[in-house]
Nanobody
Framework: QVQLVESGGGLVQAGGSLRLSCAAS????????MAWYRESPGKQRDLVAT???????FYVDSVKGRFTVSRDNAKNTVYLQMNSLKPEDTAVYYC??????????WGQGTQVTVSS
């Protein structure tokens, strides 16, 4: 089992920054990939970025150059630094952990609202 708790969301003006955190706990140590997703009202949940336990990262085109994934292994926490935020970044952001056995665990989500 893996438990994930996101935090750091809020209201920010366009052009501003936020840093989301995803704190992981539990007994499954086979997690090899952490991912950030976002879901806007009426839309499906979309991938934003991923980071493997070897440090490889992936970003969707819409956030490249603006968002950065990082981790603090000592704190079992993954971060999503979001800069130059746009109104279209408004969504509930979720983190996901994928284990070596292909099982996914999700956090509860954190709301990010970007005003124009």
């Amino acid at each position: 089992q893996v438990q994930l708790v996101e935090s750091g969301g809020g209201l920010v003006q366009a052009g501003g920054s936020l840093r989301l955190s995803c704190a992981a706990s539990g007994s499954d140590f086979s997690v090899y990939l952490m991912a950030w997703y976002r879901e806007s009202p009426g839309k499906q949940r979309d991938l934003v970025a991923t980071e493997t336990n070897r440090g490889s990262t992936f970003y969707v085109d819409s956030v490249k150059g603006r968002f950065t994934v990082s981790r603090d292994n000592a704190k079992n926490t993954v971060y999503l630094q979001m800069n130059s935020l746009k109104p279209e970044d408004t969504a509930v952001y979720y983190c996901k952990a994928r284990t070596a056995f292909g099982r996914d665990y999700w956090g509860q989500g954190t709301q990010v609202t970007v005003s124009s």
